[in-house]
Structures are given as C-alpha cells and as structure tokens.
C-alpha cells in the first residue's frame, strides 16, 4: 500500500519523483510499510525508560576492592529493563569501578602493583597532600578507572565469562557513592 501526500503547486516541482495530478497539484506517493515501520520505531524511543540510583559504601579501611556485581543486578531488576545499556560509575576521584575477575590473588596482586606505582607513604612525597594524605588514591584510580558500561541483552548484564563489577576504594573510611544509570526497553 501507498499513501499519496499531496503539495501545493511548485513546492515539490524538483523532486523527481513528484507528479502532478490533474487539478495541477504536485504529489509524491510514499510506501505505508517502511513509514509504519518507522514510526512504531520512533514511539518506541520516546517509550525508553530510564534508571537512576546510587549505592553507597563506607569501607572501614583505607583501601578495599568490593564486587558489587549482585548490587548492579539489583538495579537492572528493579528497572525492569530487558535491552540496554548500564553505566556504573564511582561519584568520587579517590575511587574506582572496573571490571575484572574475581579471584583473591589477583586483588593481591592489584595492591602491590598500585602500591608500586603509587605508594602512600611518605605522604611527604606528593605536593597534593596539603592539608590532607590521598595523593596516591587519585593516582590509583586514575589507573583502575572512573566506569563501566555493559550493555543489557535479554534482562542480563551482557558479560563475557569472568567479568565482575568491583567498587575499587582508595581513601576509605568515609561514605562514599557509586552512581547507576540504566537506559534502554
Ligand atoms: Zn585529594
């Protein structure tokens, strides 16, 4: 089927396409499938829903690695999104979320290595710590990252085999927050 749009004269006149009838009106006939197709897909993005929350931490220690992946599917859950995306990221600069295994030596193996690059002590060596002592909190999670986003197929965080989400904290001790945010249908 074919809808016909009608102009009036001269408007569609360079249109190739355009024809004019016998009361000398231009018209172009456009295809009903591809245009209901279209605009089912166009109310379909106004329909997206959208998901806001944050989750919060106070980690008794200077330095902690949480997986807060049963957190995050808490979330997609009470969004009620099947097809999306995820956004999880720390609302701090001294901490991180990242996506990695799960496995103790590892984490190990994270803490030395950020400990090399970054030590804490002397704090004396950083011109940051000026009135405080996390320096080297910025610095780690400048390297372990601020997000992740995993896309959401079929109401699942859409992982490969061992991803996990971890909230990586570097100047604990005091309450800190990790933003969520779901888009999608
Ligand atoms: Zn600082």
């Known amino acids: 089927m074919w809808i016909r749009v009608h102009f009036k004269p001269g408007v569609m006149e360079y249109w190739s396409t355009g024809v004019v009838d016998s009361r000398g009106r231009n ?3 456009i295809p009903l499938k591809p245009l209901l197709q279209y605009s089912i897909s166009y109310l379909g993005g106004l329909a997206m829903k ?3 929350k944050e989750l919060f ?4 220690t200077r330095r ?3 997986n807060i992946t049963p957190e995050v599917n808490e979330c997609l859950r009470e969004s009620g999104i099947k097809e999306g995306l995820v956004l999880v990221n720390a609302m701090h600069i001294t901490a991180s979320v990242f996506i990695n ?3 103790s030596g590892l984490h190990h193996d994270y803490e030395v290595w950020l400990e090399k ?3 804490h002590e002397p704090v004396s060596q950083y011109r940051h710590n000026v009135g405080e002592d996390n320096a080297d909190a910025h610095m780690k999670r400048q390297i372990m990252g601020r997000e992740v986003v995993v896309a959401i197929s079929d109401g699942k965080l859409d992982f490969g085999t061992w991803e996990q989400i971890f909230y990586g904290e570097f100047d604990g001790r005091r309450k800190k927050r990790v933003l969520v945010k779901i888009i999608g249908e």
């Open 27 to 29: 018209h172009v006939l």
């Open 50 to 52: 959208s998901y806001r």
């Open 57 to 60: 931490f106070k980690v008794p």
């Open 64 to 66: 902690a690695l949480i």
């Open 101 to 103: 295994d799960d496995e």
């Open 117 to 119: 690059l970054a030590p």
